[in-house]
């Protein structure tokens, strides 16, 4: 059943039975994030890579030549990517970079962390998880787990965890980290999102979620589930990553 169908289905039947439909739909919009173990969750949404998979050789060369249009504001930046919504000419899967590659980003900006790296490929690291890390043709972004395994193929020591226990050790012995979160524990519509953060001066820095988010410094990263996204973010999973 379509999301349109089933709400005017549960709109029709609360008008007859004098049913909450706000408090149906709340419950609906926060159930995944607060009754589906985290684990079971990445593990499905990897196993949708397969569907809706299609081959997209054309897109390399376009993204190429559009990604020379944001090596500027890259500088501006110190390196990294900080605005994914700029990204709408160029392309991942069925959909625009600007909608569904906030885990490739986040690869990008853990490389130029971890490497120096001004020139690095990132149209290429694209077409990498175009061929095996999309979820659903890129409607749903890039699987988690492909995350990790980029990094372990290209000879990056790696820790992750689902566990949020699990989160500050990981943290304090990571060069750079990779988190992934549901942005609003109380309304999956808001959808995942998935965050590079470095570490300056004892200081946690979030980077490509929203305007200006590398600015402000964290004390761990439980003080950044609880501050960013104004307090509504939950976690998922989160990957450290070393220097060769």
Do not use: W
Request: charged share 25%; hydrophobic share 35%.
């Amino acid at each position: 059943m379509s999301p349109k169908i089933l709400f005017i289905f549960l709109l029709l039947l609360s008008s007859i039975n004098c049913i909450d439909i706000t408090g149906i739909l709340a419950k609906l919009k926060s159930y995944l994030q607060n009754n589906v173990d985290n684990d079971k969750f990445i593990v499905f949404m990897d196993s949708l890579k397969t569907i809706l998979y299609r081959d997209f050789p054309d897109h390399l060369s376009k993204n190429k030549e559009a990604f020379k249009n944001h090596l500027a504001t890259i500088k501006e930046n110190k390196g990294y990517i900080e605005d994914q919504s700029k990204y709408k000419d160029m392309s991942y899967g069925l959909m625009p970079l600007s909608g569904n590659g906030c885990e490739l980003i986040a690869i990008y900006n853990a490389l130029y962390e971890l490497t120096g790296n001004n020139n690095i490929d990132f149209p290429l690291i694209v077409d990498i998880h175009e061929k095996d890390g999309m979820v659903l043709g890129g409607l749903f972004g890039t699987s988690i787990l492909s995350i990790e395994k980029y990094f372990i193929k290209n000879g990056f020591p790696t820790k992750s965890s689902s566990k949020k226990e699990d989160y500050e050790n990981i943290a304090k012995g990571s060069d750079v980290l990779i988190l992934t979160i549901y942005n609003n524990k109380e309304d999956i519509t808001d959808q995942v999102h998935t965050i590079a953060i470095t570490k300056k001066n004892g200081k946690y820095f979030v980077h490509n979620n929203g305007s200006n988010s590398a600015l402000t410094g964290y004390d761990s990263i439980t003080d950044v589930l609880k501050k960013i996204n104004s307090g509504k973010a939950k976690d998922i999973f989160l990957v450290g990553i070393n220097k060769k």
